[in-house]
Every structure is written in structure tokens, then in C-alpha cells.
């Protein structure tokens, strides 16, 4: 914290009793110490960024961060920034004061194939209830495998889930 820290003298440099001249001269008020870093705000891609990353934006510690990782981790990555707000525990105010030093890259979501994942798979995704995994296990006992991502409309209309939300996590593939 120390290089962080600026002491001002509220004192006039003129009110001191001049004892030798190589000193510096004062400097006004608000100027920055040489030795201090400024604070530049950063983007992070919040897809790739480590615990440090998150930690490095205003208002996230350790345990904001944590959570972060471990939310994006369990989705299986982000495809919106305000994705990060869901994230429990990040006070709304704080998401708004980070918010634009936050960029998404979606290409690196890991998505769940539904034709091929077990209902533990499915109902530990966080936009997948545990209705829609067992409906999705037996369509496709019932049925066979899925076609189109847009075959699980029908199951997802069927629950609370959000069909826009649970498409970007889902693939089909045999």
C-alpha cells in the first residue's frame, strides 16, 4: 500500500525555516509522487483472466474473484459481460464500476453435448435445472439423439429455464 499513499503537507513550504537549499520544492497539492503508480484502468477478457485478474479491478478482493472463476468455470465460460453480475455476491454497484474495463470472448465456451451427457452433467450446469436435464435424458431415450440445438425448445418451454440462456451451453453432435 505504501507507493499508493500521497501525504500532502497542508502547511505553506514558506512557513518553514529554510535550513539549506537542496531540497526539492514542494509540489501542489493533487501532483502525483514520482515513485507512485498511477491507477490505469485495464480490460480483462473475463473468459481467460486468472483470479489476479479480476482482483486487479476496483472493489473485487480475493473472495469476489474466487467466486467469479468458480461461477464462469461451472457455466463453462462467459458470453456476456453481464454474466459477471449474476455471479452471487458481486454487489450490482461494484459490477457497474467494472463493467466497462470487462470484454468477452464467447469463442471459448465449453458447451455440453446433449446427446451424449449423462443427467449429472446436464442438472450441474448452472441454467439447466434439474427438470430439463431428466427431460432431455428422456427425449432422447424416447426419441433418439437431438438434430438441432432448437429441438430442446419444446423441453425448455416445459420448465423455468431460459431457452436463450441454455442454448449457448448446448451442442448436438452423434
Do not use: C, W
Request: proline letters at 5%.
Amino acid at each position: 500500500m505504501k507507493p499508493y499513499i500521497a501525504i500532502i503537507n497542508a502547511t505553506p513550504a514558506n512557513s518553514y525555516p529554510r535550513q539549506n537549499n537542496d531540497y526539492k520544492t514542494s509540489k501542489a497539492p493533487g501532483d502525483v509522487p514520482e515513485n507512485k503508480p498511477r491507477f490505469t484502468p485495464k480490460t480483462i477478457e473475463v473468459n481467460t483472466t486468472d483470479i489476479a485478474g479480476f482482483e486487479s479491478l476496483y472493489g473485487i478482493g480475493n473472495k469476489l474473484a474466487t467466486k467469479i472463476v468458480n461461477f464462469r468455470d461451472k457455466l463453462g465460460g462467459f458470453y456476456s459481460i453481464e454474466q459477471v453480475g449474476e455471479t452471487y455476491g458481486v454487489p450490482d454497484s461494484t459490477f457497474q464500476k467494472i463493467k466497462a474495463q470487462l470484454k468477452v470472448d464467447a469463442r471459448s465456451i465449453r458447451k455440453i453435448n446433449i446427446n451424449t451427457a449423462s443427467y449429472d452433467e446436464l442438472n450441474n450446469h448452472p441454467y439447466i435445472s434439474a427438470k430439463l436435464a431428466f427431460q432431455v435424458l428422456k427425449q432422447r431415450k424416447e426419441k433418439g439423439n437431438f438434430t438441432a440445438i432448437e429441438n430442446i425448445k419444446e423441453l425448455v418451454a416445459q420448465t423455468s429455464d431460459s431457452y436463450e440462456r441454455v442454448s449457448m451451453y448446448i451442442t448436438v453432435s452423434n
